[in-house]
Nanobody, 128 residues
Framework: QVQLVESGGGSVQAGGSLRLSCVASGYPYSRICMAWFRQAPGKERQEVATLYTGGGSTYYANSVKGRFTISQDNAKNTVTLQMNSLKPEDTAMYYC?????????????????????WGKGTLVTISS
């Protein structure tokens, strides 16, 4: 049974940093599309950053490019999201998601509806 467990959320002031972690367990495949999504109250879930474990390719939403970094630690089955220069508009529930994928192009095309497994989320609150 695949499980994704997020951690690292919290409250910081604008300009600060947070590091989110997603530990994946029970995943039988080696090529995985891993992504972080976020959802603010009253808004749709947004794809923030994506990583393909098959080659390390990454994607970032324009709103976080240059501030967030997604990375993997295969030994720990963990994907992290380092978030720097945080802004109040980054406030949201952050979710880790995963799906088996045969290529980076497939991973990139999946989006919200193409992800198979989801964590329960971790709350990030940025104050001005």
């Amino acid at each position: 049974q695949v499980q994704l467990v997020e951690s690292g959320g919290g409250s910081v002031q604008a300009g600060g940093s947070l590091r989110l972690s997603c530990v994946a367990s029970g995943y039988p495949y080696s090529r995985i599309c891993m992504a972080w999504f976020r959802q603010a109250p009253g808004k749709e879930r947004q794809e923030v950053a994506t990583l393909y474990t098959g080659g390390g390719s990454t994607y970032y939403a324009n709103s976080v490019k240059g501030r967030f970094t997604i990375s993997q630690d295969n030994a720990k089955n963990t994907v992290t999201l380092q978030m720097n220069s945080l802004k109040p508009e980054d406030t949201a529930m952050y979710y880790c998601a995963a799906a088996s994928s045969g290529s980076w192009s497939d991973c990139l095309d999946r989006g919200y509806y193409g992800m198979t497994y989801w964590g329960k989320g971790t709350l990030v609150t940025i104050s001005s």
